[in-house]
Nanobody
């Protein structure tokens, strides 16, 4: 099973930027989805964005204007570029993986998770 390790989190002031990385061990499934999620204390986990093995992306909710998902297949690494960070972006950020669904694509529950990386935005 693929293993995921996030990095790049930290503390930043509002308006700043961070780029998260997620190193993935080789995925044995030829078609797959990689995604970013976050969970703030006391809140439900929310999906930020996902990208499939063909490079197609989906963004969710209002973060799409400030967050960009990408991947480097040669490095087996997923990225999340975040700009214009807000205090409300403070959360634990997770990357996740799932086999791509033949009909639903990446709009399925993800089943493999990293340990997360903390992002803290201060005013």
């Amino acid at each position: 099973q693929v293993q995921l390790v996030e990095s790049g989190g930290g503390s930043v002031q509002a308006g700043g930027s961070l780029k998260l990385s997620c190193a993935a061990s080789r995925y044995t499934v030829s078609t797959y989805c990689l995604g970013w999620f976050r969970q703030a204390p006391g809140k439900e986990r929310e999906r930020i964005a996902d990208i499939d093995s063909d490079g197609n992306t989906n963004y969710y909710d209002s973060m799409k204007d400030r967050f960009t998902v990408s991947k480097d297949s040669a490095k087996n690494t997923l990225y999340l570029q975040m700009i214009g960070l807000k205090v409300e972006d403070t959360a634990m950020y997770y990357c996740a993986a799932v086999a791509k669904h033949w009909r639903l694509g990446c709009r399925v529950p993800f089943n493999t998770w990293g340990q997360g990386t903390q992002v803290t935005v201060s005013s």
